[in-house]
């Protein structure tokens, strides 16, 4: 990996300076300022203070150098996710276009996410479109992303990781797409390194055995090449290409070689004034040694989508080995190493932004926001976001010679939406190379592709399948979904009108604007139809609409009858207090979770039956204990002894839904057991614990818990909670622990 040297405040405002006029140099300054009060007291798992990592991301956009708001971001990019300010706060301190880089670099709340990598596709999704909407946004999460990769080191290693799996997936094709190499090759290889750390040790060991011999030979070419290139009266400047790890191990796997057939790990750059010198120099080389076939790439008469330009030849070089050359101007080698920060145009200080006449990857913006357009989702949209514009590329031509870029793999239908939507509606087959291949033919870096169309031609269903580009299966699927929309429309509407009129209700009362303008507001529909279209389509179910529509009067429905059963026990209970029923106590289990037996029957009103019964677990009472009901509002009858604290103390409204209950006879074979709590107080003495449990142990088959306290008066304080069949147990339970010496005092507890 590169050596990384890390930048200070003062280094990145000199590098600043070379460029930036004294008022801009302040603003800059006082952004410093600003994050470093922020995060004062803050360190970075390093070890370092925190503000040493906005500094080092100001520090490579200013070596880049880019403008002062984007400068100023660099510095503040952490402090609305890491500290108490706000956007607001940045909005009015530093202005708009800050604020907004800023809040595209800053994550989502992930608490708000079911997942993990949910929260990851929603996080790329607002920072592409943010970018879409602004370049610089996507400039300084680079910067970050490089600074977080050299400090990798102090985290722990499935975060390493995870990581480098999330760089080399989403921002090293980020940077390769805006045409940034030299912040690409850095993030590939430090990526690498925590991937694949066997493999990159491997190459780069077999980089440096060869080094020298490597480096003997460039020399010697470069020297031959001299007397080339002064024969040609032109200036010039020469040198070694630097050698990647990363793209030497995806040569080697992509291409099936061995570390000794790549060719380009022997490779001159020349970098000449003019597009016509580098021609001039083309010619030279191809005519003093003899070019190898199919190694020839112009990248100047068609550049790539990163708006890269360069011409690359590989000859037989001097020894009868492979060399490759590339060729280029100033320009274009700036170009390939700073990619679209290269265009950031500015004068005399005044920064006038990104000239867009400047290289196809500005395109780059337009294509995320007709993605996020056509996607239904976060992980939708990132699948896009790799199959259309991170991927490989091919270029092909139309008939009058315009250049189209599409991912590679993609066929001629791909092709015919790429140039309009109503030319892939209407195509029924394409001329390739003045040859007929159908709709489905795989397109080949420099195809002359004319597509055949038919106006009473139509999409076919499969044609989603066939194509390669997101853009292609959208445009086919909306097709359908729009020649479909009316019958959907209307089957949805049926649906839901059927569903109504089984239960009873009129579609007319359901149907009429309040309702459907509520149901249309909390689903997210834009009109009625589409809500409609949506359940004939299947996207929704009628009975989410019916349930929506209906949930006020099954509300009223739902409390009219409980007030009516909450009635109906309060009468049934002052019937039976009135008759002065005798309870008779029965053991049943009941440890508030009653495994045996449910507690309807286990208690009883009299008069009424399932009823639903639950067991306080404030008191747990169990058989033979004086017992109350409680009616609780939507759960039935709660069931409390009669001395339970929350009954003693409850306030008159509550006394009021207090009613008389009584235990169930059950039969002697049939008891359980319930839980039951009480406490024990004694003198501490060795092994009083031992005495207590193993008491508890002979009359009761479960103890529940047992803990105890000792107070500075050496008096220890047991909770119990045990198994019982009833009340008359617990007391004898209770009677002979007094039994034990040293204990003086036992008695039933609540929880």
């Known amino acids: 990996m590169s050596k990384y040297v890390e930048m200070t405040h003062e280094q990145v405002m000199a590098a600043c300076k070379k460029y930036m006029t004294a008022d801009q140099l302040a603003f800059v300054e006082s952004a410093y300022q600003f994050a470093a009060r922020a995060h004062e007291g803050q360190t970075r798992a390093s070890g370092q203070p925190y503000i040493v990592h906005p500094t080092q991301v100001a520090g490579t956009l200013a070596n880049l150098g880019l403008d ?43 608490y708000e996410y079911k997942s993990h990598k949910e929260f990851l596709a929603e996080n790329h999704r607002k920072m592409l479109i943010a970018m879409a909407k602004d370049l610089r946004v996507i400039l300084v999460k680079l910067a970050d992303r490089l600074h977080n990769m050299h400090t990798l080191e102090h985290l722990r290693p ?31 290889d430090m990526s690498f390194h925590y991937m694949n750390p066997e493999a990159y040790y491997k190459i780069a060991s077999m980089m440096d055995a060869k080094r020298s011999e490597r480096e003997d030979y460039i020399k010697d070419a470069i020297d031959y090449l001299r007397g080339t290139l002064d024969s040609l009266g032109i200036k010039y400047d020469i040198s070694g290409r630097p050698k990647h790890i990363y793209s030497t191990y995806k040569k080697m796997v992509n291409k099936h070689k061995d570390f000794n057939e790549i060719y380009d790990l022997l490779a001159v750059r020349v970098i000449v004034p003019t597009v ?16 190898m076939p199919g190694r020839f790439k112009d990248y100047i008469a068609m550049p790539k989508a990163n708006g890269y330009q360069s011409l690359h030849t590989t000859i037989i070089g001097p020894g009868g080995k492979p060399l490759e ?71 092909v031509f139309t008939p009058k010679g315009e250049v189209y870029e599409l991912p590679k793999g993609s066929v001629t239908l ?26 489905d033919y795989k397109l080949k870096n420099g195809d002359v592709v004319d597509i055949l169309t038919q106006s009473n031609a139509r999409p076919s269903r499969d044609w989603a399948e066939m194509v390669k580009t997101s ?54 529909f ?28 099954r509300r009223q429905q739902e409390e009219e009858k409980q007030k009516q059963f909450e009635a109906q026990i309060m009468s049934a209970g ?86 008389d209950v009584e235990w169930n006879s059950i039969d002697e074979g049939k008891q359980a057991s319930f839980n039951a709590n009480f406490e024990l107080f004694g003198y501490n003495r060795q092994k009083l614990l031992g005495d207590v449990i193993n008491r508890l142990n002979a009359l009761t088959k479960n103890i529940t818990n047992v803990s105890a306290s000792v107070n500075e008066e050496n008096i220890a304080h047991f909770y119990i909670t045990a198994e019982v069949r009833n009340a008359a147990q617990l007391n004898d339970i209770m009677a002979k622990l007094r039994d034990i010496p040293d204990v003086y005092d036992t008695k039933r507890t609540d929880n």
């Open 68 to 110: 002062p708001d984007t400068v100023a971001a660099g510095f503040l990019h952490d402090t609305v996710e890491d500290t108490s300010v706000t956007n607001d706060d940045i909005k009015e301190e530093f202005g708009a276009d800050v604020a907004f880089i800023v809040d595209g670099v800053t994550k989502l709340n992930k």
């Open 574 to 659: 002052q019937q039976a207090a009135a008759s002065s029923v005798v309870k008779k106590p029965a053991s049943q289990k009941d440890d508030a979770k009653t495994k045996g037996k449910k507690p309807d029957s286990l208690v009883r009103v009299q008069g009424l039956e399932d009823l639903d019964m639950h067991f306080a677990k404030c008191c747990n009472p169990v058989p033979g204990d004086p017992i109350v009901g409680y009616v609780t509002k939507g759960r039935g009858v709660t069931v409390h002894r009669a001395d339970c604290r929350n009954v003693v103390s409850a306030d008159p409204a509550a006394q009021g839904r207090m009613i």
């Open 471 to 524: 853009r292609a299966k959208n445009k086919i699927r909306r097709y359908f979904r729009d020649v479909d929309r009316k019958e959907s429309l209307a089957r949805g509407k049926s649906e839901l009108v059927d569903l109504l009129k089984e239960n009873g209700l009129s579609a007319k009362d359901f149907l009429d604007k309040s309702h459907i303008d509520e149901v249309l507001d909390h689903f997210s």
């Open 158 to 188: 499935d975060k390493q990781r995870r990581i480098a799996a999330e760089t080399l997936d989403i921002y090293a094709p980020l940077a390769d797409r805006l045409g940034i190499g030299t912040i690409k090759w850095e993030l590939e």
């Open 276 to 291: 016509k010198d580098c021609y001039a120099v083309l010619g030279a080389v191809r005519t003093k040694w003899k070019p």
């Open 526 to 553: 834009k009109t009625d139809e589409d809500m409609y279209a949506a359940i004939g389509f299947g996207n929704m179910s009628a009975v989410s609409i019916y349930n929506r529509l209906t949930a006020d009067l």
């Open 325 to 395: 050359i590339q060729i280029r101007t100033e320009e274009m080698h700036k170009v390939a190493e700073y990619g679209v920060a290269a265009h950031w145009a500015y004068k005399r200080g005044n920064f006038q932004g990104v000239d867009e006449k400047d290289g196809g990857a500005l395109d780059i913006g337009r294509e995320i926001l007709e993605l996020q357009k056509d996607s239904n989702n976060a992980d939708e949209f990132m699948e896009a976001v790799h199959s259309d514009i991170f991927a490989d590329k091919v270029y």
């Open 414 to 439: 791909d092709f015919a939406y790429a140039i309009h939507t109503q030319v892939g509606d209407h195509g029924i087959g394409a001329k390739v190379n003045d040859k007929l291949v159908p709709l």
